[in-house]
T-cell receptor, first 114, second 114 residues
Framework: DVKVTQSSRYLVKRTGEKVFLECVQD?????MFWYRQDPGLGLRLIYFSYDVKMKEKGDIPEGYSVSREKKERFSLILESASTNQTSMYLC?????????????FGPGTRLTVT | AQSVTQLDSHVSVSEGTPVLLRCNYSSSYSPSLFWYVQHPNKGLQLLLKYTSAATLVKGINGFEAEFKKSETSFHLTKPSAHMSDAAEYFCVVSLSGGYNKLIFGAGTRLAVHP
């Protein structure tokens, strides 16, 4: 079974703090993704990585950065957390190739910024 | 531009009655399409996918979806709802090329009543 794990299920941080969200996958997938999920908006792509040390901006990258030093690990960084970054964050991975390859999702991290 | 519209934000059915969750897509070609399900406090799980083979796709837990190119639709159905089907469902289109970006619909929350 493909396993995508995220470091925390729930996180509460203060405005201005630097926040790290970690994601690890165990299937040797090349591609990894970070989404945020908000009610009525579905999932929106923040950043993705198609290989180690490679990254591309998604649809809503402002206020976020990422790091991928190892193939299995993809980190999302909130440089200075703000209340509008309160959300559910989902990590996903997939192998590179055709458009029919599915993404496998982690359980999510619910982040609250106060 | 590709897009996905889920026509109902909430659907409520009685246990044992049919389920219909509607999805329309916009694409300039025949895309790959997916349905994902998200149970409360869980990550997204793939229900089924269409990849230009058979137009009627069978998925897990008795769900199926029919790709209708003329109607640009990919509706999800199940003959008989079970209480455990209560969840949020996402219709997703995969873009070809590059990293095969996923475009998510806003989601449909399915409630199942006894």
């Amino acid at each position: 079974d493909v396993k995508v794990t995220q470091s925390s299920r729930y996180l509460v941080k203060r405005t201005g703090e630097k926040v790290f969200l970690e994601c690890v996958q165990d299937m040797d997938h090349e591609n990894m993704f970070w989404y945020r999920q908000d009610p009525g908006l579905g999932l929106r792509l923040i950043y993705f990585s198609y290989d180690v040390k490679m990254k591309e901006k998604g649809d809503i990258p402002e206020g976020y950065s990422v790091s991928r030093e190892k193939k299995e690990r993809f980190s999302l960084i909130l440089e200075s957390a703000s209340t509008n970054q309160t959300s559910m964050y989902l990590c996903a991975s997939r192998r590179t190739g055709g458009e029919s390859y599915e993404q496998y999702f982690g359980p999510g991290t619910r982040l609250t910024v106060t | 531009a590709q897009s996905v519209t889920q026509l109902d934000s909430h659907v409520s059915v009685s246990e044992g009655t049919p389920v219909l969750l509607r999805c329309n897509y916009s694409s300039s070609y025949s895309p790959s399409l997916f349905w994902y399900v998200q149970h409360p406090n869980k990550g997204l799980q793939l229900l089924l996918k269409y990849t230009s083979a058979a137009t009627l796709v069978k998925g897990i837990n008795g769900f199926e979806a029919e790709f209708k190119k003329s109607e640009t639709s990919f509706h999800l159905t199940k003959p008989s709802a079970h209480m455990s089907d209560a969840a949020e469902y996402f219709c997703v289109v995969s873009l070809s090329g590059g990293y095969n970006k996923l475009i998510f619909g806003a989601g449909t929350r399915l409630a199942v009543h006894p």
